[in-house]
């Protein structure tokens, strides 16, 4: 009853896909609808915001940093409270990381301000004298990409109905409407920091990486 | 027969993939090893400003080694191997010589693009699956034409039945498809919108704890089908070929196949242990984890009884010291595996430098030994000369051996070192160390690493200097050996 | 709910029928060796004897035929 199995390469095929597949519909389907579900009051990403998420995943803070506190006394008292599944809701992609070089990042915004991420950025040894993380000066000096933030924004709100307001309509009109809100978001950082470079982009209309890389971290509670 | 008698195989593609493993291979270890010396020494970090970061270069390293070095070898030896093993020359049909050509360029090409694009930083974020969607397009376009390939080859065959090898390269195939497609499905941001932003932009389909099943399904059987089957595939060819002896237990192998398929897949959410995800699934990751024991088992004991009763060779041919000791790291490896994904293991392991350490024992001992035995054994076939140096593959060997062992054992030491630290109290319950104490510990441990990576280079440089000499200077053969390769 | 218990019934009866199958699939293994219908140990030889020019273990009998109209 096997010999069409060993023989032909098409059943064969489909056999060997039939298996592997299995796993995968039980493994993941079950839970898909619950888990999309997020915790009451989680708001979603601003733009500067998912401008500073681009530049995590960019600069790849994720090869050292998770964003997952697991259910451990020692974890909690480290990091703070336990990670539900529904914080994550509008996380595109899951940012959880599978290493931990440095320490978690996922409620960072409780205990590090504006001012020690700026010194950290620029010099992680200043705040840190052990650490071996690179400086990273060239988020000073690059700018961040708002406009593909508030593209991301838009397209989640169309696509996957995450609840943001009227004003982020994925048009070009749309966008010209709501990039001085990006701005004063982004003033707001900048009042807190003491590069004199950032301050005079930001004063330009310009929004340098580390302001909107900031705004993430400040935002990760 | 007779009209047979000037066709011959024909490996001018197994040539090209030969030519782009070794690339690279060096390549992707060149940066694995600077990523590791960053680590012991971050000044290392500004070699190359903004685009040498330990960061930056990560994904470099990682997907070089799996989609530059490994696929590059999966596919020299497929283009080898599967015209073998049917009975049947590329050669007899222009279609599938075209398609093997086309496979390889635009895969050459299609590998230059993701380079570029993952230095510039554009990059899905997701950990072995970060190419944005347009190079996602082009992955799936060399993937199919390899599909035209496979079966392509398997159409013409002469040979009826199909060799476990190619059991396992056609799963390679398929396993690969369905999980490369479904976690790289993304809404690409410029459509979506009036042409707003970032041509290259995409937002993942699907968020947060699912994403994460999603991806560590990818992530973990992509390992299977890209660093396990495959891998198994040549062994069950080059290892009896190499040493002239049948497979211990075809029954066994196919009996393996069919187990491997069905469990591993399971396994996927021992990532996630202690994570957001239902418990159920963390149980379920885990046991199944145990139970991929038996069938990882299963293949390596028939790997290593091939040798029965010629174990003699092990000591007078290199290429057979290879390919025994990577089979024999497969089975460190696939039991130190399922020990991590035990659950109270993985509080400790995860996050840790074990992971990783877990990861180069596979790869550094399992497959690349593999790959470059595999290639060893080819070079002869293909180029019609002898392999130029045996005494230099010795050295190679008990050279990167030693790199391996010091790459693992320090990795133990320094995850086991801090997944205790990390939770250590004192005596009123407070945490006994800040994060940084518990990174500054690591120093010596990464050091160690650091100097296992720059062995196991070199070790590398030597496997590709022999390699180059055996294409251009060694002697020519005037008949093709029929099972040990000859060697000076 | 329904989809979920749909779906736990669905694994579990899917999970016996795949066990069923490999069990299945070692005793056809044996039993046709047993019963000389195929020995399955020959087929280890197709990576030792894999010349272009060497014999199938199994000849095709597709590519046969276009052997002899090539032959004619």
């Keep these: 009853m096997f010999h069409w199995l060993e023989k032909n390469p098409f059943f064969f095929a489909v056999g060997v896909f039939v298996v592997i597949a299995f796993a995968g519909l039980i493994e993941i389907l079950p839970n898909f609808a619950e888990a999309s579900r997020p915790v009451t009051g989680l708001k979603p990403y601003s733009v500067l915001e998912l401008a500073g998420k681009e530049v995590y995943k960019k600069d790849n803070c994720i090869a050292c940093h998770s964003q997952l506190i697991r259910p451990f006394k020692s974890e909690t008292d480290r990091y703070g409270q336990v990670s539900l599944s529904g914080e994550y809701a509008y996380d595109r992609p899951f940012l959880w990381g599978s290493k931990r070089t440095g320490p978690d990042l996922h409620r960072v915004g409780n205990y590090r301000t504006t001012d020690w991420h700026e010194n950290h950025m620029w010099d992680p040894k200043s705040v840190v004298p052990q650490s071996i993380m690179p400086a990273y000066k060239h988020m000073f000096t690059n700018l961040a990409d708002i406009e593909t933030a508030y593209a991301e924004a838009s397209t989640v709100k169309a696509v996957f109905n995450t609840p943001y307001g009227p004003e982020i309509d994925g048009t070009k009109a749309g966008w010209e409407k709501y990039k001085p809100t990006v701005l004063e978001e982004a003033k707001k950082i900048a009042a807190d920091m003491k590069n004199k470079d950032v301050k005079d982009a930001v004063a330009r209309g310009e929004v340098p990486e580390i302001v909107a890389m900031i705004a993430y971290l400040n935002r990760l509670k | 027969m007779q009209s047979n008698a000037a066709l011959e195989y024909d490996y001018s593609v197994a040539k090209l993939f030969t030519y782009t493993t070794i690339l690279f291979g060096f ?4 940066i694995g090893t600077l990523i590791a010396a960053q680590l012991a020494f971050p000044e290392l970090n500004y070699l190359l400003g903004e685009y040498g970061t330990f960061s930056r270069l990560r994904p470099m390293h990682t997907n070089i080694v799996i989609f530059g070095f490994t696929l590059s070898g999966i596919w020299a030896t497929f283009y080898y191997v ?21 496979h390889f360029w635009l895969y050459f090409v299609g590998a230059l693009l993701a380079v570029i694009t993952l230095e510039l930083g554009m990059t899905q974020g997701k950990e072995y699956a970060v190419f944005e969607w347009p190079i996602d397009i ?37 396993g690969i498809a369905m999980l490369y497609l479904f976690n790289n499905m993304s809404v690409p941001t410029y459509f979506a919108t009036e042409n707003l932003g970032s041509f290259m932009h995409s937002v993942s389909m699907y968020s947060g704890t699912n994403d994460a099943l999603v991806q560590w399904w990818y992530g973990h059987n992509a390992v299977a089908f890209g ?47 202690w994570s957001t995800v239902p418990d159920w699934m963390q149980t379920m990751g885990s046991v ?15 790997m290593l009884l091939t040798m029965k009763g010629e174990w003699n060779q092990l000591t007078d041919n290199p290429l057979i010291k290879f390919m025994v000791l990577a089979s024999t790291f497969y089975m460190l490896s696939t039991l130190e595996g399922p ?18 350490g877990h990861v180069h024992d596979g790869v550094l001992g399992w497959v690349v030994f593999m790959i470059m035995a595999a290639l060893f054994h080819m070079a002869p076939r293909m180029f019609k000369r002898e392999i130029y140096s045996k005494s230099l593959m010795e050295k190679q060997f008990w050279l990167q ?10 990795m133990w030491i320094a995850g086991i070192t801090q997944g205790m630290m990390w939770r250590a109290v004192d005596e009123y319950g407070n945490l006994m160390y800040s994060f940084i104490d518990t990174v500054a510990v690591l120093h010596p441990y990464y050091v160690i690493r650091a100097l296992a990576g720059v062995m196991y280079l070199v070790g590398f440089i030597m496997f590709a200097y022999n390699m180059v000499k055996t294409m251009t200077a060694s002697k020519e053969l005037a008949q093709e050996p029929q099972f040990r390769s000859p060697m000076a | ?35 000389g219908e195929n020995d399955y140990e020959r087929f280890g030889n197709i990576a030792l004897d894999d010349e272009i020019s060497s014999d199938p273990v199994v000849p095709n009998p597709k590519a046969q035929k276009e052997n002899e109209e090539q032959n004619k």
């Design chain 2, 227 to 273: 660093f396990t089957v495959p891998i198994v595939a040549m062994v069950y060819y080059f290892l009896p070929k190499e040493s002239g002896q049948a497979i211990y237990s075809y029954k066994l192998s196919l009996l393996s196949f069919w187990g491997l398929m069905f469990v591993y897949l399971w396994a996927g959410s021992h990532h996630l242990i």
């Design chain 2, 27 to 30: 390549l992707g270890m060149l």
């Design chain 3, 1 to 35: 709910m329904e989809l979920r218990e749909l779906q736990g019934y669905a694994s579990f009866f899917m999970t016996i029928f795949l066990v069923v199958m490999l069990y299945g699939y070692i005793i056809h293994l044996y039993r046709s060796e047993k019963k």
């Design chain 2, 401 to 410: 051996t030693t790199a391996v062992v010091l790459y693992f054992t320090s």
């Design chain 2, 138 to 174: 082009v992955i799936v376009i060399i993937w199919v034409s390899w599909g035209i390939s496979i079966f392509g080859l398997i159409g013409i065959r002469r040979e009826k039945t199909l060799y476990i090898s190619l059991w396992y390269y056609i799963a390679c195939f398929l």
């Design chain 2, 339 to 356: 020990i991590q994904a035990i659950k109270s293991v993985n509080a400790i392991a995860h996050f840790t430098d074990w992971i990783p």
């Design chain 2, 82 to 102: 599967g015209q073998r093993v049917l009975k049947v020359s590329m050669a007899e049909s222009k279609f599938l010589m075209f398609m093997g050509k086309f």
């Design chain 2, 288 to 302: 199944f984890s145990v139970v991929l024991i038996l069938p990882s088992w299963g293949s390596a004991i028939n």
